[in-house]
């Protein structure tokens, strides 16, 4: 494991799937296509259009490389094998190379091939042809674009290799090699699922990613999904002209109020349950009276004597989305990180509980 060859090998995959999937630390290096060559492709919000013409080729093209990268730098990492003599080289070694010098070739063919006629072949502009009128081409739209990306009022969401924008005419997807566009008035929109984590990349808050489908009635232009987080799908809708359909099994959480209810059931899912006596007959919930109470708070996160959280005498009388609520109202707004961690009174007897205390009755 110690040898330069495994090292190397090792280094250089790491590099390359960051490099490819550039995360955050790699944007905050610069170590991205997109700032290595900001020379050469313009500024996005001067030129939107343009700027991706060229991103997306040189994406393509720097990716391309990176089997050739390695290769060179194995022909250091290990001279032993005199990488750098072909005839020398092993059999492997030299069918790795061709197809090292193979994707590059076909990258470079293929970005040609892109660029002739002004990069009029290239799909986004193929994509925005679709919608230019008769006497102009697809660089009118193009301008279209280009000056309604400029606006200050446009919806942009999202990761830089999965961005969404939306602005008054257009809904796009950019991603690392190939922009989406369709006309406004002509998509249908459908949310197609949902996904729940509790916790973020970002922070350690509870997050619902939805997962919006984009179909355009326009012929020839292909649909694509979007994804964002659902406390921005209001601000989402506002931007939309058309409405957004929803499945019947997708639940859509807006605020984060809602988000945290819904982490809250299902942390509580997983403690430990409480039987009620059977002399003992559940009630209607106080903080609803819709439904019958069913949770009880049992002090089960540590020892009877020990921590903050106290032990609770009461009987069951909250349902769980009001217990839910009411430990949400006690947190502090501003410092959402905290809630899944913190303590707060039982509404009845003031006895302090944390989230591990709230058992299901059974």
Known sequence: ?????????????????????????FHSAGLTVQNLLSGWLGSEDAAFVPYHLRRTSATLLCHSLLPLGYYVGMCFAASEKQLYSLSQAPEAWRLFLLLAVTLPTIASTLI??????????????????????????????????NTEFRRIDKFATGAPGARVIVTDTWV???????????????????VTGSRQHALSADSSLPVQLLTIHVASASPGVRAFDIRLNSTEYGELCEKLRAPIRSAANVVIHQSLGDLFLETF??????????????????????GCMQTRASVKLVKTCQEAAEGECQQCYCRP??????????????????RPDTWL?????????????????VCAVR
């Open 317 to 334: 009388m909250w349902c769980l989305t009001c217990m839910g609520k009411w430990f949400a109202s006690r947190q502090d707004p501003q």
């Open 112 to 145: 040609y091939y892109w660029s002739c006629d002004q990069w009029a072949r290239h799909p986004l502009a193929r994509t925005l042809a679709l919608y230019a009128l008769p006497q102009s081409g697809w660089r009118a739209v193009a301008s279209s674009v």
């Open 172 to 190: 796009m997807k950019v991603t690392t090699y190939r922009v989406h566009a369709a006309r406004q008035q002509d998509v249908h929109l459908t």
């Open 1 to 25: 494991m110690d040898s330069p060859e495994v090292t190397f090998t090792l280094a250089y995959l790491v590099f390359a799937v960051c490099f490819v999937f550039t995360p955050t630390e």
């Open 341 to 357: 961690a913190s303590r707060v009174p039982c509404p009845t007897c003031r006895a302090r509980f944390c989230i591990l205390d």
């Open 265 to 286: 059931a299902s942390l509580v899912e997983v403690n430990p349950t409480y039987s009620v006596p059977s002399s003992q007959e559940l009630e209607a919930c106080i």
